[in-house]
């Protein structure tokens, strides 16, 4: 498997905190991904980069930001967190080809 | 903007039973295509790719996938289906400038 690793791996956390999530590779690919999995919506694209301080919107990005200060790092964050944010959130590394290597993902539970 | 359809929800089949399941994208300029298999409780694994070239690929476990260009479809195949391929199945797109878009999936069930 390609070097990629979420943390944390679960987290339950309450209503209106902020949860930032942590997405490490160590194969030096320029391409970071943030997704979320919901049942009968398949994958949707949160934020992307595409290089250090590179960053773009996805298809749902209202209520996360991101930040990649590192070629390895790529940070999420749920700046208030809430129960629509209850989700599996996967992380992804890729050159330009597009073809991509996932965490293991993230379970994220906001009660 | 980029999009992805797949228009299977949920398919069961029997074991040795051929397998299509169906992928089509709007994106007007060059892409990448490729399908994606996630087994119950894991992550999302490349099954295969289209960049360029022959538009029929093969991947791997047997599976294979044709590019229709003047349709914008992926489809995916499988001659025989084994009770191992029990997973979802997705479709993306990558528009090669970085964005990879999914489609909502296909929750494939092989009954043995």
């Known amino acids: 498997d390609a070097g990629i690793t979420q943390s944390p791996r679960h987290k339950v956390t309450e209503t209106g905190t902020p949860v930032t999530l942590r997405c490490h590779q160590t194969e030096n690919h320029r391409y970071m991904y943030w997704y979320r999995q919901d049942p009968g919506h398949g994958l949707r694209l949160i934020h992307y980069s595409y290089g250090v301080k590179d960053t773009d919107k996805g298809e749902v990005s209202d209520g996360y930001s991101v930040s990649r200060s590192k070629t390895e790092d790529f940070l999420l964050t749920l700046e208030s967190a809430t129960s629509s944010q209850t989700s599996v959130y996967f992380c992804?590394?890729?050159?330009?080809?597009?073809?991509?290597?996932f965490g293991q993902g993230t379970r994220l539970t906001v009660v | 903007a980029q999009s992805v359809s797949q228009h299977n929800h949920h398919v069961i089949l029997s074991e040795a039973a051929s397998l299509e399941l169906g992928c089509n994208y709007s994106?007007?300029?060059?892409?990448?295509l490729f399908w994606y298999v996630q087994y119950p409780g894991q992550h999302l694994q490349l099954l295969l790719k289209y960049f360029s070239g022959d538009p029929l690929v093969k991947g791997i476990k047997g599976f294979e996938a044709e590019f229709i260009k003047s349709k914008f479809s992926f489809n995916l195949r499988k001659p025989s289906v084994q009770w191992s391929d029990t997973a979802e199945y997705f479709c993306a797109v990558n528009n090669q400038g970085g964005k990879l878009i999914f489609g909502q999936g296909t929750e494939l069930s092989v009954k043995p």
């Open positions: 994106y007007g300029g060059t892409v990448n």
């Open positions: 992804a590394i890729s050159e330009s080809t597009g073809d991509a290597f």
